[in-house]
């Protein structure tokens, strides 16, 4: 099974050359921050260029920059966002999304596919109030992570575990998620991907777990899409998975 991760391509999925897409892949996955702001017209450009990607199968999760997909979203009065609509509903984004993206939306859920159990989820720690955020190292994250199925192959999220692939170079800290690292030690996943972290793009194979890492971030931290889709092979009978 041929896979193919990207993350944060924050409006600019345009700019990725096309020659970066395989005509041969399995599984396409986005792990979130799909917009700028949250915007449906992103949403709907986005969902176009998606289909376009030559894929079997593709999914997407939603990232902090995804209000739109976070039902009962709370404005905060400093924040730039706003729903402009107020009869779009969770339901039309996700519709719009699916329909013509021709993929599957994952919020808190798993999708099987030839066998491999995917499943995919938006949430992380508390981030300067942006969308999907939950305080951290509380219980409510414990809550979302203890939903992953224990027999789950392939784990999306957003955000980052604590201290893999989440170094940020302004503050010099790990900013991804203690409880998310709890279970996800507690599984026994062949691939893990997300991104968010931009500087911390690219993998990281851990050999106490047999864990394969993915921070697929397409943007750089200075938000330039130039870094280039992650691509595995990946065996469901034996679970190798190897870097291509």
């Known amino acids: 099974m041929k896979l193919c991760f990207i993350s944060d391509t924050h409006t600019l999925h345009s700019n990725l050359e096309k020659d970066s897409f395989h005509d041969d892949i399995d599984v396409l996955v986005h792990c979130g921050d799909i917009t700028s702001k949250g915007d449906f017209f992103d949403v709907q450009l986005f969902s176009s260029w998606f289909r376009e990607v030559k894929a079997k199968h593709r999914i997407c999760i939603a990232g902090n920059h995804d209000f739109c997909f976070q039902k009962n979203y709370k404005k905060d009065s400093t924040k730039k966002y706003t729903e402009g609509h107020e009869a779009l509903t969770k339901k039309r984004w996700v519709d719009s999304l699916e329909i013509h993206g021709q993929c599957k939306y994952l ?62 170079k302004r503050d010099n800290c790990y900013a991804g998620c203690e409880r998310l690292k709890e279970r996800v030690l507690e599984l026994n996943l062949a691939i893990h991907s997300f ?49 291509i």
């Open 195 to 243: 991104g968010h972290i931009h500087e911390q793009y690219g993998t990281l194979e851990c050999a106490a777990t047999g864990t394969t890492f993915i921070n697929a971030s397409v943007c750089t931290l200075e938000y330039k899409p130039t870094n280039k889709p992650i691509y595995v092979n990946y065996n469901p009978q034996n679970r190798d998975v190897k870097l």
């Open 107 to 168: 919020e808190d859920e798993e999708i099987i596919i030839e066998g491999v159990k995917f499943y995919g989820s938006p949430w992380q720690p508390e981030f300067s109030s942006w969308a999907f955020n939950l305080p951290r190292n509380g219980f409510q994250l414990r809550a979302v992570w203890r939903k992953i199925p224990d027999d789950t192959d392939i784990l999306i999220t957003h955000g980052p575990p604590k201290g893999i692939l989440d170094l940020t």
